[in-house]
């Protein structure tokens, strides 16, 4: 069964650098996803992608944060400097064009700002 | 008003027994509904799409009541795999968004 997978599955780093999450959709799906999760609470929405662009993001979703597909396959979330408060499990998803379809998630990576 | 709400639980419940998870949500334009379950610190995994009619696979049914804005999720004949998280997650009318709520915890005890 086809999968989204994401690299990497860990990621340290200290305050105020760049982090990149990269995430490969599953291949014939069209929208795309990141999705938060801070220990403890509940998945959170940051923004959706399609045709590149975005479709959709949140409060969340601010200047620090950037998202990209920078070719047939990969969808990245850029994280400009970050902040403790963005330690978290990251989660790409992605579905095809029918809104009723679920979304279907990768196994996250985890990222831990100290 | 938090817009989707879960029972947190934890459910502690018996191998074989029925157990059964609600779900409220407050946007009334709401368009699409699923469960997922979630094992500790592991991604949503769909469990099912909730469908007007209600639907069933295997073990597990799920219901939707659009007038009192809630869906429900029953799980028969409990296994000790069961034991997660469980998620309802809805969309908004013409949004992709997906909304948790913050999940009911399960425990199947031997």
């Known amino acids: 069964e086809p999968e989204v997978t994401q690299t990497p599955s860990h990621q340290v780093t200290q305050m105020g650098q760049e982090v990149i999450l990269r995430c490969v959709p599953i291949s014939n799906h069209l929208y795309f996803y990141w999705y938060r999760q801070i220990l403890g609470q509940k998945v959170e929405f940051l923004v959706s992608?399609?045709?590149?662009?975005?479709?959709?993001k949140s409060e969340i979703f601010d200047d620090q944060f950037s998202v990209e597909r920078p070719d047939g396959s990969n969808f990245t979330l850029k994280i400009r400097s970050t902040k403790l408060e963005d330690s978290a499990m990251y989660f790409c998803?992605?579905?095809?064009?029918?809104?009723?379809?679920?979304?279907?998630f990768g196994d996250g990576t985890r990222l831990s700002i100290l | 008003r938090k817009e989707v709400e879960q029972d947190p639980g934890p459910f502690n419940v018996p191998e074989g027994a029925t157990v059964a998870f609600n779900c409220t949500y407050s946007?009334?334009?709401?368009?699409?509904f699923f469960w997922y379950r979630q094992d500790c610190r592991k991604e949503p995994k769909l469990l099912m799409s909730v469908y007007s009619s209600g639907n069933e696979d295997g073990r597990f049914t799920a219901q939707l009541n659009r007038a009192s804005q809630y869906i429900s999720l029953l799980i028969r004949d409990s296994k000790l795999s069961d034991s997660a998280t469980y998620l309802c997650a809805v969309t908004g009318a013409g949004s992709y968004q997906l909304t948790f709520g913050k999940g009911t915890k399960l425990s199947v005890i031997p």
């Open positions: 998803a992605s579905s095809d064009l029918d809104r009723n379809q679920p979304q279907h």
């Open positions: 946007n009334s334009a709401s368009q699409s």
């Open positions: 992608f399609y045709n590149n662009e975005i479709s959709e």
